[in-house]
């Protein structure tokens, strides 16, 4: 956050004050249930997901309403928060997990996403995932 007051990139700067608005919501929250508990990192990459997931919404209905000038900054924002992300899978390293549960025993879409899903926490969209489970339970 400071780097981007240094700079003077406001645009960086006030998605990086939303997002620690978010995790500090989620930081309350979490307080309330347990007092003195403290958000996992697991948690806070949940909230910056929601937060993406969110983000690339709002551009697909932008897309729809044709407004080309809101689509521009809500990609720009959705890059400053896919930089605090881990690096998401690809299809095919996504693939090969799915092909390595199938061998493991599970054959059918509930037990081959429950064990994908696991493997992929956090770092995978759960459409993409379904997606590859469907077209090799399909091949």
């Known amino acids: ?55 690339k919404e709002s551009i697909e209905l932008f897309k729809q309403g044709g407004r080309n000038d809101l689509v521009e900054k809500e990609t720009a924002e959705l890059a400053v928060v896919m930089g605090y992300l881990p690096k998401e899978l690809s299809r095919e390293e996504i693939a090969a997990m799915v092909d390595s549960a199938r061998a493991a025993g ?25 997606e590859i489970v469907k077209e090799k339970l399909g091949a």
């Open 1 to 55: 956050m400071k780097a981007a007051m240094k700079s003077g990139d406001k645009a960086r700067l006030e998605v990086i004050r939303f997002a620690i608005a978010g995790l500090q919501s989620a930081q309350k929250e979490k307080e309330l249930k347990e007092p003195g508990a403290m958000l996992t990192d697991d948690e806070a990459v949940s909230v910056l997901q929601k937060d993406a997931k969110r983000r």
């Open 106 to 130: 599970a054959n059918d879409f509930p037990s081959l996403m429950r064990e994908v899903s696991k493997l992929t926490k956090g770092r995978a969209d759960g459409r993409m995932v379904g």
